[in-house]
T-cell receptor, first 111, second 114 residues
Framework: SQQGEEDPQALSIQEGENATMNCSYK?????LQWYRQNSGRGLVHLIL?????REKHSGRLRVTLDTSKKSSSLLITASRAADTASYFC???????????FGEGTQLTVNP | DAGVTQSPTHLIKTRGQQVTLRCSPI?????VSWYQQVLGQGPQFIFQ?????ERGRGNFPDRFSARQFPNYSSELNVNALLLGDSALYLC?????WGSGNTIYFGEGSWLTVV
């Protein structure tokens, strides 16, 4: 079953612009992780944010988490063509390391 | 250091056949999980193993089985293949079992069932 739902499903921007992707989920979570997937490839881990954290940064990435609204957002600043990929949020709501993924946002950055 | 490695990268099987997919976790990682990703969808959890014991199972039929070896590598077996089993099979590893661990994925094994 899908826990997270990403919004929008697809996003097309110009190089240099910022991209914001949102993720909503249904149940209480322990943490939330964001991943990137280039076409036909594996998942690359971007950021893990714990349920008691509200914001984390990593380079050009900024992730926020609002547990009261059961939502998270991923902001990519100063986007590059190489950022073109699918982005997934994955929640961990069990005691184990078991992730539940949404269906992803397809980001296209045009040069 | 090598990341999560999977083999084979691509394979084609006929309906009714059996397939074995292999995974080596990141060195030092003791937890391995398997996910299925059908084209256009997010990955779906299949199994998790930690210290050679099954710690979680997703909503998949008994045709799917897995095991973890003493060196923490893992195999996923699928019997009596169906067309709907065509997907990218992803292996993931983490240092420990439990919430809050960063989970790293391999490049996956593309399975096509014809």
């Amino acid at each position: 079953s899908q826990q997270g739902e990403e919004d929008p499903q697809a996003l097309s921007i110009q190089e240099g612009e910022n991209a914001t992707m949102n993720c909503s989920y249904k149940t209480s979570i322990n943490n939330l992780q964001w991943y990137r997937q280039n076409s036909g490839r594996g998942l690359v881990h971007l950021i893990l944010i714990r349920s008691n954290e509200r914001e984390k940064h990593s380079g050009r990435l900024r992730v926020t988490l609002d547990t009261s609204k059961k939502s998270s957002s991923l902001l990519i600043t100063a986007s590059r063509a190489a950022d073109t990929a699918s982005y997934f949020c994955a929640t961990d709501e069990t005691s184990g390391s078991r992730l539940t993924f949404g269906e992803g946002t397809q980001l296209t950055v045009n040069p | 250091d090598a990341g999560v490695t999977q083999s084979p990268t691509h394979l084609i099987k006929t309906r009714g056949q059996q397939v074995t997919l292999r995974c080596s976790p990141i060195s030092g990682h003791k937890s391995v999980s398997w996910y299925q990703q059908v084209l256009g969808q997010g990955p779906q959890f299949i199994f998790q193993y930690y210290e050679k014991e099954e710690r979680g199972r997703g909503n998949f039929p008994d045709r799917f089985s897995a095991r973890q070896f003493p060196n923490y590598s893992s195999e996923l077996n699928v019997n009596a293949l169906l067309l709907g089993d065509s997907a990218l099979y992803l292996c993931a590893s983490s240092f420990r079992w439990g919430s809050g661990n960063t989970i790293y994925f391999g490049e996956g094994s593309w399975l096509t069932v014809v």
